[in-house]
């Protein structure tokens, strides 16, 4: 009777340790990926993403020809957020630091203190050289509107 509860024991473990190794680990998304120039009908926004392997992270937006008069393709302005990140499956949980924007109007580069997440309710996946990330949008800003799913792709960078 003690060799079957030991056995039984060995056979439990052997097969807990079985199930363990085959848990979907996600690829961690170390890397800088730059999405696809978007084209509004006013301006042309360009995203990028940067996950360093200490856990920070920067996310950048710029923007073009969004001034009246200014040639499409030139600079308007840019926001980066500052941060750190950490996953769990194929969440990723950010905890932004500081927000570094500038405009071409203002001239002046501004940094200041930032606690909202670049993107809400972030899972990603990386297909081959690309990492895709799915998030919550608010078109109207939190106060207007009900969220939305939106899907943004973006390309292992050179």
Same mark, same amino acid.
């Given at each position: 009777?003690?060799?079957?509860?030991l056995?039984?024991?060995?056979l439990a473990?052997?097969?807990?340790?079985?199930c363990?190794?085959t848990?979907?680990?996600?690829?961690?998304?170390? #890397?800088?990926?730059v %999405?696809?120039?978007?084209?509004?009908?006013?301006?042309? !926004?360009?995203?990028s993403?940067?996950?360093? =392997?200490?856990g920070?992270f920067?996310s950048?937006?710029?923007?073009?020809?969004?001034?009246?008069g200014?040639p499409e393709?030139?600079?308007?302005?840019?926001?980066r957020?500052?941060?750190t990140y950490?996953?769990?499956?194929?969440q990723?949980?950010?905890?932004?630091?500081r927000?570094?924007?500038?405009?071409?109007?203002? #001239?002046?580069?501004? %940094?200041?203190?930032?606690?909202?997440?670049?993107?809400l !309710?972030a899972r990603y996946?990386?297909?081959? =050289?690309?990492f895709i990330?799915?998030?919550t949008i608010?078109?109207?800003?939190?106060?207007?509107g009900?969220?939305?799913p939106?899907?943004?792709?973006f390309t292992?960078?050179p």
């Amino acid at each position: 009777m003690k060799a079957l509860g030991l056995c039984s024991s060995v056979l439990a473990l052997t097969f807990s340790v079985a199930c363990a190794g085959t848990t979907d680990l996600k690829p961690s998304p170390a #890397g800088s990926w730059v %999405a696809a120039l978007e084209v509004g009908r006013i301006s042309s !926004n360009q995203r990028s993403l940067t996950f360093r =392997s200490d856990g920070s992270f920067t996310s950048e937006i710029r923007g073009y020809g969004l001034y009246e008069g200014q040639p499409e393709n030139e600079l308007s302005g840019w926001e980066r957020i500052e941060g750190t990140y950490s996953t769990e499956g194929d969440q990723i949980y950010w905890k932004s630091a500081r927000r570094i924007w500038w405009d071409l109007v203002d #001239g002046q580069q501004i %940094a200041d203190p930032y606690i909202f997440d670049p993107y809400l !309710n972030a899972r990603y996946e990386i297909k081959g =050289s690309q990492f895709i990330l799915r998030y919550t949008i608010y078109p109207f800003g939190y106060l207007y509107g009900n969220p939305e799913p939106a899907v943004t792709v973006f390309t292992l960078a050179p």
